[in-house]
């Protein structure tokens, strides 16, 4: 990785990647959200001491997204499946799916390019229907407005296609 140039080609692969990179972690922001909503309301003496709440929030820092998407305590099965196929969807993201990326952009080959702006689609797809999720239920809890039905319904699509957005002229 020697070269540093940025060109405007790299750039719109590079975007798709960003944008991906950021769902992933605004997914993983809402569980860690839920997480410490559901620990305050379970033990609400993690607000008496300062120490008990740096305890908790170190903790919560430090635990995987797994562990945050386990506490949850979500026994519904396809509601679980969504939860852990977003879990895998974001380690991708964020372990491999910029493997290859790491040469200039210009000389990796046009399809694996395609490909992997196809996979980051349908990677963020998944993230924004168990993210759909976690909004209903934050909003549930903390009883903040909900977005409409038909928004959360057509979120996981509007989210893919701004993520394999290529350029407004189609490069």
Request: with cysteine; glycine share 8%; net charge negative.
């Amino acid at each position: 990785m020697g070269e540093f140039e940025r060109t405007d080609w790299g750039d719109v692969y590079f975007a798709v990647l960003g944008r991906a990179l950021a769902i992933a972690t605004r997914f993983e922001a809402s569980a860690r959200s839920l997480t410490s909503l559901l620990g305050l309301g379970e033990n609400p003496n993690l607000l008496a001491s300062k120490n008990e709440l740096v305890r908790f929030l170190t903790q919560l820092r430090k635990s995987s997204l797994y562990a945050q998407i386990e506490a949850f305590g979500i026994t519904d099965p396809e509601l679980s499946r969504s939860l852990d196929a977003a879990r895998e969807a974001r380690n991708e993201i964020a372990h491999e799916l910029a493997i290859g990326f790491d040469r200039t952009v210009e000389n990796i080959p046009e399809e694996y390019l395609v490909d992997t702006v196809e996979r980051a689609r349908d990677l963020t797809r998944a993230i924004a229907e168990a993210d759909a999720l976690l909004c209903f239920i934050l909003s549930s809890v903390t009883s903040e407005p909900l977005p409409s039905r038909d928004y959360l319904g057509r979120y996981p699509e509007l989210v893919a296609s701004w993520v394999g957005e290529i350029g407004r002229n189609g490069g």
